[in-house]
């Protein structure tokens, strides 16, 4: 495993991918679900390197659903994973699937368990906000919608993190983007 993480890390994830294959198979025939877990965080993360994406997705959800069965779902590291998860979903274009798993699955559990100014519970609304933005079937009441998430989103930013915090200027240069797409459309 180090020796395949050491490789990713040096953007040599074609030779470090039979080593991480080989890491998840040996540790799921002889160790702890937790070594089978960072195993296959480590393969999926090679994957993503070399752009397969969909291989690593099926890892992500797979590691996910572990930790929803271990941990239960409002535990902060299955909610990161299922961050990551959405995070795959959002690059491979599953607008309506990332959607779903945001908005019903993963952000009710994150203001619930970790609260309304956690910062991933931050980064899970921003995502939705951007797929709310970026699907092909975007429509003016989805980007009113992301606009309405995104001023949330800010004004927590600048509350958790000051005003001059690289997140909270992300989160306004989104904001900013949003009000420009709509403007766009209204005068469409």
Same mark, same amino acid.
């Given at each position: 495993? @180090?020796?395949?993480?050491?490789? @990713?890390?040096h953007k040599r994830g074609a030779e470090a991918l039979p080593i991480l294959e080989a890491t998840v198979a040996m540790a799921r025939r002889y160790s702890n679900q937790n070594t089978i877990i960072t195993a296959q965080s480590s393969l999926s993360s090679c994957l993503a390197e070399l752009d397969r994406d969909d291989e690593a997705l099926v890892l992500k959800r797979e590691i996910y659903a572990t930790l929803v069965a271990t941990l239960g779902p409002s535990h902060e590291d299955t909610l990161l994973v299922g961050s990551n998860v959405a995070a795959s979903l959002f690059k491979l274009k599953l607008y309506a699937e990332h959607m779903s798993f945001v908005r019903d699955q993963l952000l009710p559990v994150a203001q619930r368990s970790l609260g309304a100014d956690h910062g991933l519970t931050l980064v899970l609304q921003t995502n939705l906000a951007a797929t709310l933005a970026d699907s092909p079937q975007c429509t003016r009441d989805d980007l009113l919608e992301a606009g309405t998430i995104m001023q949330g989103v800010v004004k927590m930013q600048r509350r958790v993190f000051g005003p001059e915090h690289p997140r909270t200027l992300l989160?306004?240069?989104?904001?900013?983007?949003?009000r420009a797409k709509l403007r766009l459309v209204d005068s469409s």
């Open positions: 495993g @180090v020796l395949g993480n050491a490789l @990713v890390s989160a306004e240069g989104n904001l900013s983007l949003l």
